[in-house]
């Protein structure tokens, strides 16, 4: 079955079914000796954080047991994140360097030697071995979720939550700029794309559009952090103090246009109170 919820598949054991999905085909991917180790990587995180989205959904009937499923789900991103964050900052940082004047770039191609031989270094210790350790132990956990009655019921609640944290986090990163809180509406956009996605076949056509702009804001958020994280290593670069501070100029003057395009679109998409968001969640 193609990923998401049928179109008469019950709801309660579709979140079930979909983390068990995720996860086998995350530990797939990881072994697979014919997919690129920063491909299959990138999937498995992807994965990962559509379960966590689907956890929160069962969140209501998990109980305390919400924490520890979490906990282990960030824990295995945390992992995985560490064998990808240097080819993040390395891509952030070439892109960066094509408008950049020439004592801009000789800065930025330090930079990038650094990370270079940082990835170098990561990837001789690196092994996926403890994450799949990891997986195999949250797959065994995944197979005791409760399957709840009213499944429908909590995925119309969660995407009430969802929708209404996005907006009030966009709000705040508007008044305060804080790369922080721009990285915080992105978690809620990335979440209440995958909770649309999830049950796509199930939802309205028009919700397909608005899923399809809620993707491309999140990528515009994503990327602002990569330009932020990329600008917090420049830092820590040995190197002539007045080329550093242009560097951040630069990066400064990007995540400027980002977060003006990001916000421009979020105020289109969020513009619906979250009530009245709710009630264009009709299911078939």
Not at 51 to 56: C, D, G, P, V
Not at 147 to 165: H, N, S, T
């Amino acid at each position: 079955m193609a990923f998401g919820i049928g179109r008469s598949e019950d709801f309660g054991a579709a979140f079930r079914r979909l983390i068990l999905e995720d996860i086998a085909a995350a530990r797939a991917g990881l072994r697979d000796p014919r997919l690129a180790r920063e491909e299959a990587i990138h999937a498995a995180r992807r994965r990962l954080k559509r379960i966590r989205t689907i956890l929160r959904v069962l969140r209501p009937v998990l109980g305390s047991r919400y924490a520890s499923y979490r906990s282990e789900v960030r824990s295995l991103a945390r992992s995985l994140a560490i064998h990808r964050d240097a080819d993040v900052l390395r891509a952030t940082a070439t892109d960066l360097r094509a408008g950049a004047d020439p004592e801009q770039r000789q800065f930025i191609e330090k930079a990038i030697g650094s990370l270079n031989e940082s990835l170098r270094s990561g990837r001789k210790r690196a092994t996926v071995a403890p994450v799949l350790l990891a997986l195999s132990e949250l797959e065994a956990d995944a197979e005791d979720l409760p399957r709840p009655r009213r499944g429908m019921r909590l995925y119309r609640q969660a995407v009430f939550r969802v929708y209404r944290r996005g907006r009030r986090a966009m709000r705040r990163a508007a008044r305060t700029g804080d790369a922080t809180d721009f990285h915080r509406w992105r978690k809620h956009a990335k979440d209440l794309w995958h909770l649309l996605e999830i049950a796509k076949r199930r939802l309205p056509k028009k919700l397909a559009r608005y899923a399809g702009r809620l993707d491309t804001l999140a990528e515009i958020l994503g990327l602002d952090h990569d330009y932020w994280i990329t600008a917090e290593h420049m830092r820590t670069v040995a190197g002539d103090a007045a080329s550093r501070e242009r560097v951040q100029q630069l990066v400064e003057a990007r995540r400027r246009r980002l977060q003006r395009d990001a916000l421009r679109r979020g105020r289109k998409l969020y513009r619906l109170r979250p009530r009245a968001f709710g009630r264009i969640i009709r299911l078939r």
